[in-house]
Every structure is written in structure tokens, then in C-alpha cells.
């Protein structure tokens, strides 16, 4: 059975940072792809960031590019969010997820950790 368990939320001012981390179990990590993704009060869950299945390397939405950074450790079945210079407009539930194939949708998907953002 796969899990996905996210921490390192919380509250933070607007120009600070934050690391996220997603703990994964019941898959094996080193195969399936990882991505980040957020929900705003009222909006719809949008993509962050996330790995290419072909050549691992990472993209962004356009919103949190130059900010924020995914990283993996396979080792730890863990992959990170890195956020800096946060913004108001950052604050959401982040979630990440896990795709097991580079032709699934993310179909597995952690409870989330709330970030806010102040101003």
C-alpha cells in the first residue's frame, strides 16, 4: 500500500522560506515519478514542480520559478520543496504525489501540509 506523508509546513512571513518533505512507502521510489502540487482556498489544485520521466530533470510552474526547488533522495524515499522568498500568494495545502508510469496520472497523493504565507 503506498504512502505519501508531507511535513515541514506552517507560518511564515512573507520573504522567508521553507522546506517540505514528502516520505514515500509501499512503492519503489527510485522508479515512479514525483511532483509537487498546491490547492488555494477557492481555487483549484495547481501543478509546483516535478521531475521528467525521461531525463529526471526538474520544471516549474511559472509562479514559483527561480524560488522554489524539488530534489529527491532516493535512498530515503523522500523528496524535498525548497521555498524561498515566499509570497502571500503562496499560501496553500501542498501536496505531492507519485506517478508509477510516464503515461499515469498522479494517482497517489499524501494529506497535505498547510503553508501560509503573511504579509
Known amino acids: 500500500q503506498v504512502h505519501l506523508v508531507e511535513s515541514g509546513g506552517g507560518l511564515v512571513q512573507a520573504g522567508g522560506s521553507l522546506r517540505l518533505s514528502c516520505a514515500a512507502s509501499g512503492l519503489t521510489f527510485s522508479s515512479v515519478g514525483m511532483g509537487w502540487f498546491r490547492q488555494a482556498p477557492g481555487k483549484e489544485r495547481e501543478f509546483v514542480a516535478g521531475?521528467?520521466?525521461?531525463?529526471?530533470?526538474?520544471y516549474y510552474a511559472d509562479s514559483v520559478k527561480a524560488r522554489f526547488t524539488i530534489s529527491r533522495d532516493n535512498a530515503k524515499a523522500t523528496v524535498y520543496l525548497q521555498m524561498n522568498s515566499l509570497k502571500p500568494e503562496d499560501t496553500a495545502v501542498y501536496y505531492c504525489a507519485a506517478r508509477l508510469t510516464q503515461m499515469a496520472e498522479y494517482g497517489y497523493w499524501g494529506q497535505g501540509t498547510q503553508v501560509t504565507v503573511s504579509s
Open positions: 521531475f521528467r520521466w525521461t531525463t529526471r530533470s526538474t
